[in-house]
């Protein structure tokens, strides 16, 4: 490959360019491998016996009618699997007095008491999926009921049903951050305070594919392999070790296509240690994929937060003070990142692109009779993200002052950078009032007057809402990068995140390819095998292309040095008089090349390099977004007329797989908006357990082009100079959408509705009816 070839193929593969999804083709046509699709050799199948009790004492589990069905290999309650580890919640925070935070141990199956309804207690193998389903059916399960709370507010109440002794009061955690007596006085001191009953709404995640795994073991190594859809094969690998009590390399994770995760799928559940015990057990594999009713019941849950929010202005509404005091359900178990969405990624994001003195955050997170609430797109940023944006809105109606202008007079400046932000964070870059300003050039802010006239002649409200926000990414953590070359031209990149509907593979092979000016065609990336990883953090927190753009970096300028004495060597030169351009090493002055890939295959395996970066900081992606609504006063029903973004992602790879990204984010915070909300009844009953209950937007609800709109500025923390861009788009929905609804209601009276803004909710708003 020459270099006017690379760099044509750089002008149409390099970072910058929209290059479509590498992997579209082969799903598009059904030959995407998922968990379900994977059948091993001589495999059984799971079921799983779930609790139809919200708590309770359990009496007896009869396993013998089950044993007794046909096609019945084998059947386990949790005395099976006392020997195995717990389900771990993977953060520890100090309560306000300096206390540990209570972590209750989780074990696979439930043995004493059933805590939500569709806790796991028992399991059945059988020869085929419908004999294992029929023998669970068959199980005699003895409970004895208990009085359930499922609310965070009402279990901290006195004399609510306690779910662990060692838990008083459902409290697992009082978390605090803050000066309270600087922002008391701040509060005192202000010339105004706007105060709103925030409450984000409880959701499920419904990833497009059920959660599975096919377990096997190897009698003759030790050694257990496991399919599963996850988010990071390496950190599944020692979690499920963990809890197994084996080494790390006794246990394989391979990972294919996976169908949605959103956070849901990052952790091990307890289907997977069943499949595990029985396959090492009996002897085979054995497979277990959910339905989706299994899905409402027991993939966890996202959100569920109830905030008082307050907010402290001087007389030109200057920010000076912010104080969130409220409640996250945590529901009957701690997941592994539970307690950060309400505490922590509260404090981090709730601050947005503002200046802001002070902030306190005051959080009881609460056990419930409930499935356990954790990470769900955004998990946390969003939520903080909304709740300010809500104050400012209502603080700009209540003191009379335009909400642009609010914002504008508030933004943290760029010659401000870097910024000490009360939460601790230090913003490294970002414009935010240039942001705010295309945003609203792009929506035609000025031209709304027109549109509402227009739109009250049709007997419709309209509304318009801006919502900026600005996300904290995942903690700082190393990542992975390696290569292989592998002979054949073909170049092998290892990293440890992992693609859950992302579309790394183009982005990645284009971060490789402006590196290396190597072909885009010839690059292959594994993520999903947990034995050609020596580290890997996985995907999540918008982290991705940071943290493998960063070791992508990393290893190839390894590479490009220790191919410096190899060309040498190849070209008869001194190492110093190499140099490295478009693909090729020059002796310097010459016209004597070798290209990379001639190089590797000259001298096999000498070229092939695996790096760990040292720890990447996180990032701070922001923007603006501008929805506009139409209600009809007549039915409720809220739409979406209009709907622009500007955000800055900084270094954007693949603006085409970006677009995809902010899309998504927004449709999905759309839907929590509108019409999501995960409920249960006062027993612990899940009354939204199926699509006949849960909403979930479809083409026809989002009518509208989302327009999107990239604002760069690079980040000054990683090689790359990005930002992420993965969980933006729920920020921004949830923000500009909830606030434009509000617009809409505010000439009648209504100045703040709790989502979901359903057509039931916005109907009975109008008319002053409580619902």
């Not at 910024?419 to 802010?445: I, P």
Request: with cysteine.
């Amino acid at each position: 490959m020459n270099e006017t070839s690379v760099d044509w193929s750089l002008q149409k593969f390099g970072i910058g360019q929209p290059v479509p999804r590498t992997e579209d083709p082969k799903l598009v046509r059904g030959e995407g491998r998922y968990t379900d699709d994977v059948n091993l050799p001589g495999q059984a199948y799971a079921a799983i016996v779930r609790s139809r009790h919200a708590h309770g004492v359990i009496r007896k589990i009869d396993l013998a009618p089950a044993r007794a069905m046909p096609g019945v290999i084998a059947a386990y309650t949790g005395a099976d699997l006392s020997g195995y580890g717990p389900l771990k919640c993977n953060v520890g925070f100090k309560n306000r007095d300096g206390s540990d935070m209570k972590k209750p141990k989780r074990p696979a199956l439930a043995s004493d008491k059933v805590r939500f309804v569709g806790d796991p207690i028992a399991f059945v193998v059988a020869e085929t999926p419908g004999e294992a389903r029929d023998a669970a059916e068959a199980v005699e399960v003895e409970i004895d009921p208990l009085p359930a709370v499922t609310r965070a507010s009402e279990a901290a109440k006195e004399g609510a049903p306690e779910l662990y002794a060692d838990a008083p009061g459902n409290v697992a955690l009082d978390y605090h951050y803050g000066d309270a007596d600087k922002v008391k006085a701040a509060f005192a001191a202000a010339a105004h305070v706007t105060k709103l009953d925030l409450v984000n709404s409880r959701i499920v995640v419904n990833a497009m594919e059920p959660r599975a795994a096919v377990a096997a073991f190897d009698p003759g190594s030790g050694r257990f392999t496991v399919h599963t859809g996850c988010q990071g094969a390496f950190g599944m690998r020692g979690s499920l070790a963990d809890i197994l009590g084996v080494p790390a390399d006794k246990l394989h994770v391979l990972v294919g296509n996976v169908g949605g995760s959103f956070g849901m799928k990052a952790a091990p559940y307890p289907e997977y240690v069943c499949a595990l015990h029985a396959a090492r057990a009996l002897g085979r594999p054995v497979k277990w994929t959910a339905d989706r009713f299994e899905s409402f019941l027991a993939d966890h849950h996202g959100r569920d937060h109830a905030f008082v929010g307050e907010l402290a202005l001087d007389e030109k509404g200057h920010f000076l003070a912010a104080r969130f005091t409220g409640y996250g359900n945590m529901g009957a178990y701690l997941g592994a990142v539970s307690p950060i969405m309400s505490t922590m990624n509260i404090v981090k994001n709730a601050m947005g692109v503002y200046r802001t003195p002070l902030i306190e955050v005051s959080t009881k997170c609460m056990f419930t009779n409930t499935m356990m609430v954790s990470a769900y797109r955004g998990a946390g940023r969003p939520e903080g993200n909304y709740y300010m944006e809500r104050l400012i809105d209502a603080a700009a109606s209540e003191m009379g002052i335009d909400r642009l202008s609010l914002r504008r007079r508030n933004h943290v400046r760029p010659s401000e950078m870097p910024y000490a932000a009360a939460s601790g964070m230090t913003y490294d870059s970002g414009e935010f009032t240039k942001v705010l300003d295309r945003a609203v050039e792009l929506a035609d802010w000025d031209g709304f007057k027109a549109r509402k006239r227009e739109a009250k002649k049709r007997g419709k409200l309209r509304g318009i809402g801006v919502g900026s926000y600005l996300e904290v990414t995942a903690p700082p953590n190393k990542e992975m990068g390696g290569l292989r070359f592998e002979g054949d031209k073909q170049i092998t990149l290892v990293t440890g995140t992992l693609d859950y509907g992302q579309g790394h593979a183009a982005g990645f092979a284009q971060t490789l390819a402006s590196r290396l000016g190597v072909p885009f065609e010839h690059i292959r990336l594994v993520q999903g095998d947990s034995d050609q990883l020596v580290f890997g953090a996985g995907t999540g927190g918008s982290r991705s292309m940071m943290m493998s753009g960063a070791a992508i970096a990393e290893v190839s300028k390894l590479v490009i040095e220790k191919g410096k004495q190899l060309a040498a060597d190849a070209l008869e030169a001194a190492a110093a008089d190499i140099e490295f351009s478009s693909g090729r090493y020059v002796v310097a002055g010459t016209d004597r090349s070798i290209g990379l890939i001639e190089l590797a295959r000259r001298y096999p395996g000498k070229l092939d390099t695996t790096h760990v970066t040292e720890v990447i900081p996180s990032a701070f992606p922001n923007g603006c977004h501008v929805c506009e609504v139409e209600i009809d006063p007549e039915t409720g029903k809220v739409e979406i007329v209009r709907y622009s973004s500007v955000n800055d992602f900084g270094t954007v790879v693949n603006p085409l797989t970006v677009e995809g990204q902010v899309h998504g984010g927004v449709v999905q915070g759309i839907g929590q908006c509108l019409m999501e909300n995960a409920r249960y009844d006062e027993e612990g009953q899940l009354l939204t357990g199926s699509f006949m209950d849960y909403a979930l937007p479809r083409a026809e609800d989002i009518k509208t082009a989302i327009e999107w709109a990239s604002h760069p500025v690079p980040a000054t923390t990683n090689p790359l100079g990005a930002k992420g861009c993965g969980e933006a788009g729920c920020a921004g929905a949830m923000t500009s959408v909830m606030n434009a609804v509000v617009d809409a209601l505010r000439p009648h009276g209504i100045h703040h509705l709790d989502m979901p803004a359903s057509a039931p909710r916005v109907w009975a708003a109008l008319r002053n009816i409580p619902y």
